[in-house]
C-alpha cells in the first residue's frame, strides 16, 4: 500500500516536471517476471541501483541500443529511486524494481551494475 503511494506521487511529479513521459520501473513478484522473459531469447537484463556510479556509466553507454531485448532492473534500491535516475539520464525504457531482491538472488547478482543475457 506505501509503495503504491510513492509510486503515484512519484509518477505525478515526473508528470509535472517533464513534457516528455519516462518509463517508471514497474513492481513485479518473481514468478511473474519469469513468465514475463519465458521463450524470449537473447534478453539481456541490467541490473542497476540509482545510488551507484558505475550503473549510471553502464546505462548511459548502452542508452542508444536498448530495445525490446533489453530489461532495466533497479534492485538494491528504494521503491522510485530508479525512475529518478533513469529520468536525470533521459532514459526511458522498460523497468523492473526488483523489491525482495528476488530476481538478483535467482540470477546470483551480488553487486551492481550486472550485465545478464539469457539465451
Known amino acids: 500500500m506505501k509503495y503504491n503511494f510513492i509510486l503515484k506521487f512519484l509518477s505525478l511529479i515526473l508528470l509535472?516536471?517533464?513534457s516528455i513521459s519516462y518509463a517508471l520501473c514497474e513492481v513485479v513478484d518473481l514468478d511473474s517476471f519469469i513468465?514475463?522473459?519465458?521463450?524470449?531469447k537473447n534478453i539481456q537484463l541490467i541490473?542497476?541501483?540509482?545510488?551507484c556510479s558505475d550503473c549510471k556509466e553502464e546505462l548511459?553507454?548502452?542508452k542508444n541500443d536498448l530495445n525490446?531485448?533489453?530489461?532495466?532492473i533497479n534492485t538494491f534500491d528504494s521503491v522510485g529511486k530508479g525512475d529518478i535516475a533513469l529520468k536525470s539520464l533521459k532514459i526511458n525504457h522498460k523497468c523492473i524494481f526488483d523489491?525482495?531482491?528476488?530476481?538478483?538472488?535467482?540470477y546470483n547478482v551480488k553487486s551492481v551494475p550486472k550485465k545478464i543475457i539469457e539465451p
Do not use: Q
Open 99 to 106: 523489491k525482495d531482491r528476488l530476481i538478483a538472488k535467482k
Open 16 to 18: 509535472l516536471n517533464s
Open 68 to 72: 525490446e531485448n533489453y530489461i532495466l
Open 60 to 62: 548511459l553507454k548502452i
Open 47 to 51: 541490473f542497476f541501483s540509482s545510488w
Open 35 to 40: 513468465k514475463s522473459v519465458h521463450g524470449k
